[in-house]
């Protein structure tokens, strides 16, 4: 599985996550980009999006 780490969550948990790929927002050049942007790049390359902003699921349109 393709998994985005939110910028704001501790590097340590790439190591809790074996067996996936584990890409942070920065790594990829996403730093200082709303949810909303991220939400939308990350479409088609990964599979999943892990943050701590518990305002998501308030803030877009999710499906």
Known sequence: ?????DECLPR????ELT???VTS???VGWSGKS?????QLAA???DVFVTIDQGLQYQ???R
């Open 1 to 5: 599985m393709r998994v985005l780490r």
């Open 12 to 15: 340590r948990l790439r190591g």
């Open 19 to 21: 067996g996936h790929d």
């Open 25 to 27: 927002v920065p790594e």
């Open 35 to 39: 949810n909303g942007e991220l939400l």
């Open 44 to 46: 088609g390359r990964f």
């Open 60 to 62: 877009q349109h999710l």
